[in-house]
Nanobody, 125 residues
Framework: QVQLVQSGGGLVEAGGSLRLSCKAS????????MGWFRQAPGKEREFVAV????????RYADSVKGRFTISRDNAENTAYLQMNSLKPEDTAIYYC??????????????????WGQGTQVTVSS
């Protein structure tokens, strides 16, 4: 069992930056693939980024590539999402998630076992 507690987020102007954190309980954080998803009002939850268990491999949605960076610190049981050059269309509730299946092809919500509580990111124009 893994519990994920998110922090960060908030309101920022377009072009600004935010960093989201996702801290996991337990001593097996390094055995989970970690992903970030987001859900805007009236839309389905969509993939944002994923990072391998070691942190070496990453993958991004085309919409955030070059602007967002996913990372993790296994010693601190924490995953991060650094978001730069934010746009109004990035406004959504952001969720971190953990998958017990290795590999960065995990891009659908169904492939993840545990979820954070979600955090609101609002980008004003």
């Amino acid at each position: 069992q893994v519990q994920l507690v998110q922090s960060g987020g908030g309101l920022v102007e377009a072009g600004g930056s935010l960093r989201l954190s996702c801290k996991a309980s337990g001593r097996t954080f390094g055995s989970y693939t970690m992903g970030w998803f987001r859900q805007a009002p009236g839309k389905e939850r969509e993939f944002v980024a994923v990072i391998s268990r070691s942190g070496i491999l990453t993958r991004y949605a085309d919409s955030v590539k070059g602007r967002f960076t996913i990372s993790r610190d296994n010693a601190e049981n924490t995953a991060y999402l650094q978001m730069n050059s934010l746009k109004p269309e990035d406004t959504a509730i952001y969720y971190c998630a953990a998958s017990s299946t290795p590999g960065i092809s995990r891009t659908t919500p169904q492939e993840y076992d545990y979820w954070g509580q979600g955090t609101q990111v609002t980008v004003s124009s």
